[in-house]
Structures are given as structure tokens and as C-alpha cells.
């Protein structure tokens, strides 16, 4: 079992900023990519940006001037590190994880980011 569990949503003020952070935990001796997905209120989840564990990262182009995604490996963690948030981010952020040739998927339980004034 593979567990990912998130933190650090929160409610923000445009033009804020925010981290998250998800660790993997469990049988993690398989997971190649992990990253970040988000889901708005009646849309699709959509992915944020994810990283292999050779240290290469894809953001979002919409997003990559205001996101950005470390990776630890020796830690098993992830952050989502977002600055100049508006309301359009509001969403639930969701960690993932895949496994070596993508036969697994894992998805942790969500954290809820709101940028409101």
C-alpha cells in the first residue's frame, strides 16, 4: 500500500502565497512520477505539475510563472510552492503518484486552497 497525504491548503487573499507539501509513505520503492492536480468546483481535475525522480518537472504552461514544484527523494515529498494566486486557483489540490512504467496510480485525499478576499 501506497499512502500520499497533502497539507497546507488554506484560504488565501489574492496576490498571496502558498506551499503545499505531500509525502508518500507505505510501499513507495516503485514511484517514479509524482505531482500535483488540481480540481475546481464542477471541472475536471487537471494536472499542475509533475516530476520524475531524476529531477525533471512539467508545469502547466498557464501556470509556470506562478507555480513551482520541488521534489525530495530521500524524503519522498513533494511541494507545490504558488505565489500571486487569484481566485481561478481555487481548488482542491490533489497529490499523485505513478509507478515505475505507470501500472499504479495513487492519489492523496486532497487539500483545499480558496483565494478569496
Known amino acids: 500500500q501506497t499512502q500520499l497525504v497533502e497539507s497546507g491548503g488554506d484560504l488565501v487573499q489574492p496576490g498571496g502565497s502558498l506551499t503545499l507539501s505531500c509525502v508518500a509513505s507505505g510501499d513507495i520503492s516503485r514511484i517514479y512520477f509524482m505531482g500535483w492536480y488540481r480540481q475546481a468546483p464542477g471541472q475536471q481535475r487537471l494536472s499542475v505539475a509533475l516530476?520524475?525522480?531524476?529531477?525533471?518537472?512539467d508545469i502547466t504552461d498557464s501556470l509556470k510563472d506562478r507555480f513551482s514544484m520541488t521534489r525530495d527523494n530521500a524524503k519522498m515529498t513533494i511541494s507545490l510552492q504558488m505565489k500571486d494566486l487569484k481566485p481561478e486557483d481555487t481548488a482542491v489540490y490533489y497529490c499523485y503518484a505513478r509507478s515505475v512504467g505507470g501500472s499504479k496510480e495513487y492519489w492523496g485525499q486532497g487539500t483545499q486552497v480558496t483565494v478569496s478576499s
Open positions: 516530476s520524475d525522480d531524476v529531477g525533471n518537472t
